[in-house]
């Protein structure tokens, strides 16, 4: 059995550059192999994305797994290193966490 790398929540902005140009977005979770990416549309699986996580951390190149409406989950080329993981877990707000019952019950990331 394999276990599922853990992901955290965050409320981290990011930009997105891909085959149509640059995009903002926001990554909701993260982990060192991979995150959630929302608010970025016209993505398909298997693109190849350039994302900017900010000053404090190294652009990053990852290949989106999945897609549902403005949401997609991303597979990091490259491990995220644990700083820049500490980094972004920072960026927790309270905006990250729905109000009761507004839990997204289409968990696909999770297969």
Avoid at 89 to 99: F, G, I, L, N, Y
Wanted: aromatic share 4%.
């Amino acid at each position: 059995m394999q276990y599922r790398v853990p992901r955290h929540a965050c409320d981290h902005p990011v930009t997105v550059f891909d085959r149509a140009g640059k995009s903002a977005g926001r990554l909701v979770n993260i982990s060192l192999t991979g995150a959630r990416l929302a608010g970025v549309a016209g993505l398909r699986p298997g693109d190849m994305l350039r994302l900017d996580l900010g000053p404090d951390c190294q652009r990053r190149l990852a290949q989106v797994r999945w897609v549902n409406g403005s949401n997609c989950g991303l597979r990091f080329a490259h491990p995220l290193e644990a700083r820049a993981l500490a980094v972004i877990r920072k960026s927790v707000s309270a905006q990250a966490a729905p109000a009761t019952g507004g839990w997204n019950l289409h968990l696909r990331e999770m297969r």
